[in-house]
């Protein structure tokens, strides 16, 4: 079994700054990308970012400039600092690991619970 366990949303003033932690723990034998994604009220889940094994970074234009990810490989955590926040970054914030379990296991996606950020005017 993989859990994914998310932690850091809350409520922050525009401007603001969070920064979020998700840590895969379980039967892993290697991570691929991990990734975060957001889903706010009413609309579809969107990428926000994801990092690469080798560390190349990926980013949605929205948060471009203000959001930076970062992984510890050996700990199988991924991080999302948030800066500047707007408004409009309010959403339940999800992270994703594309990971294998065993050698002989196909690669597989696993979603955290959730977190959710809001972010005041």
């Known amino acids: 079994q993989v859990q994914l366990v998310e932690s850091g949303g809350g409520l922050v003033q525009a401007g603001g700054s969070l920064r979020l932690s998700c840590a895969a723990s379980?039967?892993?034998?290697?991570?691929?990308?991990m990734g975060w994604y957001r889903q706010a009220p009413g609309k579809q889940r969107e990428l926000v970012a994801v990092?690469?094994?080798?560390?190349?970074?990926n980013y949605a234009d929205s948060v471009k400039g203000r959001f930076t990810i970062s992984r510890d490989n050996a700990k199988n955590t991924v991080y999302l600092q948030m800066n500047s926040l707007k408004p409009e970054d309010t959403a339940a914030y999800y992270c994703?690991?594309?990971?294998?379990?065993?050698?002989?296991?196909?690669?597989?996606?696993?979603w955290g619970q959730g977190t959710q950020v809001t972010v005041s005017s």
């Open positions: 990092i690469t094994s080798g560390g190349t970074t």
């Open positions: 994703k690991a594309v990971l294998r379990r065993t050698p002989s296991m196909t690669v597989t996606d696993y």
């Open positions: 379980g039967i892993i034998f290697s991570v691929n990308a």
